[in-house]
């Protein structure tokens, strides 16, 4: 059993690290349980966000799963008899080695283990070539979403898309039967003409606090962050007390700091999108608020959120639940024509990019800043001129945009470009 910590893009790591690990022990797996976050306040089960049945049988000569655990062990005290794993108990990143070390012997004395978070506890490397191929093929075959998310999903891409009719890329894998559907008399859908440019802009307030680093807001702004430290990392707040931390200038010149709204406007800019290009901001709690989203929406009046393009009915249903909510913008994002995201450590940025590698026959570019080089560029000169800055910006970016095979230690999630994953072996 696992119950699965994080939000819905932590979640979907957990679940396919989960099938690994079952597969690796020869055990059964229970359906995945997802924990109730204070952050996400969201009650969402597996069920209320991918297809049950689906993922059960796709993964059926894989793995045994079940729905419920089995009567004869429902009724066992697990804490007492030693079956939970806490993620404490396991080291990050573990190796397949650690579960038949530590794991198995539990499993053959109870019957029973119980994971509680499962947050990153799989490592990348070294992984038997089965055991690796089995976590592509839960990402990206196994885990299916409902169809009331894809059906709103299909609904806002084909706003995105001003009601062009034509069928993109990827979405019959995300909306299934909701993709646009061929009218009677046609051989086959007609090329989508409309294009959209989705962003994942992650300047939320953890992130923006998290990193130390100052963003033109003055004293309020550094009294704002501080308090915000004090209750969400205090580590962090200690830690500044007691060590030498870098000062904000220095870590904004080494690129560590998350991009601004407003540096993210002149990025694009300068990629050449304009006024009439249209785009689709993920997520909505843009630190600073509607003054700090001015900078996009001045220069990109073409801008929209899930919020602007679904009527309160329709966006009703997923109020309370922000997983689902986020499992849109999933959508919306691995379907647009080109997908910009500001910060590559980014559980769901890095989601959607190996989704759009795998599934976008290489025609779904993913734009990743070189954030260093960037930083190179908006600090060091402040008379730059417009064309110098294009071509400065345009090769920052393209050197990050090149897709290549799988580097050792990176995720398949990620990277589905490898042996394992992508490319047929025999
Ligand atoms: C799982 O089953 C396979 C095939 O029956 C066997 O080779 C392997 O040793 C088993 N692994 C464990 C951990 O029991
Ligand atoms: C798309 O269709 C809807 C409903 O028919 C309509 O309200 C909307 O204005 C259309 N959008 C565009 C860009 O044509
Ligand atoms: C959302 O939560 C509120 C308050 O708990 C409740 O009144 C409302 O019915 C819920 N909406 C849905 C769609 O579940
Ligand atoms: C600033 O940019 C100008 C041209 O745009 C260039 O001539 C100058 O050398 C740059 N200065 C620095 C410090 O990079």
């Known amino acids: ?207 923006v606090a998290h990193s130390l680093c100052e963003f033109g807001g003055g004293e309020e702004e550094r009294h704002e962050l501080e308090a915000y430290r004090k209750v969400h990392f205090p580590a962090l707040v200690e830690q500044k007390k007691t060590k030498k931390l870098p000062s904000p200038k220095q870590l904004r010149s080494e690129g560590l700091c998350p991009l601004m709204p407003e540096e993210t406007v002149l990025m694009l800019a300068a990629l050449g999108f304009n006024r009439r290009t249209h785009i689709y901001l993920a997520g909505s709690h843009i630190y600073g608020g509607y003054s700090r989203l001015n900078a996009l929406t001045t220069l990109f009046p073409n801008l929209v959120t899930k919020e602007n393009l679904l009527t309160p009915a329709e966006i009703e249903p997923f109020g309370n639940f922000s997983s689902q909510l986020a499992a849109l913008d999933f959508i919306v994002c691995t379907a647009a024509d080109v997908f910009a995201m500001t910060d590559s450590g980014s559980q769901f940025s890095s989601l959607i990019a190996g989704y759009r590698i795998y599934y976008g026959g290489g025609k779904m570019p993913t734009i990743r800043p070189n954030k260093r080089r960037l930083a190179d560029i908006f600090e060091r000169n402040n008379t730059i001129e417009w064309k110098v800055f294009e071509t400065r910006v345009r090769k920052a970016v393209r050197q990050n945009k090149r897709v290549f095979s799988r580097p050792v230690g990176r995720s398949v999630y990620r990277y589905p470009r490898c042996q394992d994953c992508m490319c047929n072996t025999e």
């Not at 062990?73 to 396991?90: K, N, P, Q, W």
């Not at 008399?185 to 992130?207: N, T, V, W």
């Open 1 to 207: 059993m696992v119950t699965a910590n994080g939000g819905i893009n932590q979640q979907r790591v957990a679940v396919c690290n989960a099938v690994a690990v079952a597969r690796l022990l020869n055990a059964t797996l229970v359906l995945p349980k997802f924990m109730y976050s204070s952050v996400w306040k969201d009650a969402s089960q597996f069920g209320d966000i991918y297809q049950e049945e689906h993922f059960i049988n796709y993964l059926k000569d894989d793995i045994p799963i079940v729905k419920e655990l089995p009567e004869e062990l429902r009724s066992l005290d697990l804490e007492a008899i030693g079956s939970v794993v806490m993620d404490t108990d396991v080291i990050k990143e573990a190796k397949p080695s650690f579960y038949l070390k530590y794991i198995l012997p539990i499993l053959h004395l109870n019957k029973v283990v119980h994971f509680v978070g499962f947050g990153n506890r799989l490592a990348s490397d070294p992984m038997p070539h089965e055991l690796q191929r089995l976590r592509c093929r839960c990402n990206f075959h196994a885990l299916r979403f409902v169809p009331k998310i894809q059906e709103t999903g299909a609904m806002l891409i084909r706003r995105m898309r001003q009601n062009d009719t034509g069928l993109g890329h990827l979405d019959p894998y995300l909306v299934g039967q909701y993709a646009q559907l061929k009218k009677k008399g046609e051989k086959d859908s007609p090329p989508k003409k409309s294009r959209y440019l989705a962003l994942h802009l992650r300047f939320e307030i953890d992130m």
